[in-house]
């Protein structure tokens, strides 16, 4: 059962990069709460070192995704700023 858990979570890995964050939690809360019923320490280190990495990674796109919408902003009031200025004469 060990080596279908291990498996698992490493399906999760698989979410995680694909940036279905959710689906790779959901696969390794199923996957920890199996593991601390049965008493098996390794897997439920697998599974917490595999929620550290989701969130790890969740918080690095929500970052990006605010600093490209930053970008975009000012990108979009340079183009505004450029136009009302062109159409005043300056």
Do not use: H, P
Not at 82 to 89: K, V
Request: hydrophobic share 35%.
């Amino acid at each position: 059962m060990q080596s279908a858990m291990k498996c698992t979570i490493n399906e999760a890995y698989n979410y995680i990069y694909a940036g279905k964050i959710d689906i790779a939690k959901a696969f390794i809360q199923v996957t920890e709460r199996e593991a601390e019923t049965r008493g098996d320490d390794l897997i439920v280190g697998m599974c917490q070192s595999a929620t550290w990495f989701a969130t790890k990674v969740e918080e690095t796109a929500l970052k990006e995704m605010e600093l490209d919408d930053g970008r975009q902003a000012t990108k979009n009031n340079l183009i505004i700023s450029s136009t009302i200025e062109n159409e005043n004469g300056d």
